[in-house]
């Protein structure tokens, strides 16, 4: 085959690393939820500039084609490693406890409670006042379900623990966009 003589030629960041290495490798980082994000980023940049196609113009189609296959993994990977929720749902998935919410929004009770006063906060809530203290409860509440992913995952490695706190998220994460677009209404 042609491209065996190519694919070498490809050494991205002198590390041979195939496209089904999972996110962590392929990024030099430890399997695990705390990431510094700058790093991410310097590392995403670097691998970027290293399997960028055009650098391998002279090298023909197929070396060109090969490099945007690494350009497009690297960004899928840069998405998932960047983004701390979808970070959470990967590791939990890497580790056999499927997120899987479209069909399953099982959470945590206390969750739920919190989830249904929120709601109702922001449906009665008729000040900007109002809505701006739903705002920091629903960040707190963000914030305190990212450290109990980073507990169940780094700490008790409790995957199908995590899952209840990933699907939490999902549903802050929904529904900080819902308080932002009131905040707009209100502030117009």
């Given amino acids: 085959m042609r491209l065996r003589g190519i694919v070498p030629r490809i050494n991205v960041c002198a590390v041979r690393v195939n496209l089904q290495s999972d996110d962590f490798e392929l990024f030099g980082l430890v399997q695990q939820f705390a990431q510094d994000r700058a ?11 290293e399997a960028h196609p055009d650098k391998f113009a002279a090298q023909g189609a197929a070396a060109q084609r090969i490099a945007m296959q690494w350009s497009v993994r690297i960004n899928e990977a840069y998405q998932r490693l960047k983004d701390p929720l979808k970070r959470a749902a990967y ?3 890497l580790n056999g ?9 099982a959470m945590p009770a206390d969750f739920l409670i919190q989830q ?13 006042v109002d809505v701006e203290k739903i705002n920091v409860s629903v960040m707190q509440g963000r914030a305190d379900a990212l450290f109990k992913c ?33 905040l707009e209404q209100l502030g117009q």
Avoid: P, Y
């Avoid at 406890?97 to 929004?105: D, M, R």
């Fill in 91 to 93: 590791l939990c998935e």
């Fill in 39 to 49: 790093a991410i980023d310097a590392r995403w940049k670097e691998l970027q500039r």
């Fill in 97 to 105: 406890a499927l997120v899987n919410a479209e069909n399953n929004t």
């Fill in 116 to 128: 249904m006063a929120w709601r109702e906060g922001l449906d009665d809530a008729s000040s900007l």
């Fill in 150 to 182: 980073e507990q169940l995952i780094d700490r008790d490695h409790d995957f199908q623990g995590a899952v209840g706190q990933v699907r939490a998220l999902m549903f802050i994460e929904r529904f900080a966009h819902d308080v932002d677009l009131r």
